[in-house]
């Protein structure tokens, strides 16, 4: 059974950056999908960013494109999500996934079937 930990959420002020982490234990990411989706209180899971272990493909959420960048961390078996330009509104948890999924449903959330606790990210005004 894979397990998925998030680390590098935090307190941040509008403007500044974070650089969250996503490590497997019990497993690996070899041909899986690794995604980040975000959840504000009152509000949806949200589509943030995902990429491709193997090939490389990468997607993102209209609100954070051209912010956010996602990465493969080779050498430590990790996704990397730099997350620059922060505003409150990016305030939420964030979940890191791992799944499966086609090229059609890489930005869906049922693809994917291992989730992370999440990380709390705060921006303030």
């Not at 009152?42 to 960048?69: C, H, L, N, Q, T």
């Not at 730099?82 to 979940?95: F, G, H, K, R, V």
Request: proline residues 3%; charged residues 15%.
């Amino acid at each position: 059974q894979v397990q998925l930990t998030e680390s590098g959420g935090g307190f941040v002020p509008a403007g500044g950056s974070l650089r969250l982490s996503c490590a497997a234990s019990g497993g690996s990411f070899s041909n899986s999908a690794v995604a980040w989706f975000r959840q504000a209180p009152g509000k949806e899971r949200e589509f943030v960013a995902a990429i491709r272990w193997s090939g490389g493909m990468i997607r993102y959420g209209d609100s954070v494109k051209d912010r956010y960048i996602i990465s493969r961390d080779y050498a430590n078996h990790r996704v990397i999500l730099q997350m620059n330009s922060l505003q409150p509104e990016d305030t939420a948890i964030y979940y890191c996934a791992t799944g499966r999924p086609i090229a059609s449903t890489i930005m869906t959330i049922g693809a994917y079937y291992h989730w992370g606790q999440g990380t709390q990210v705060t921006v303030s005004s």
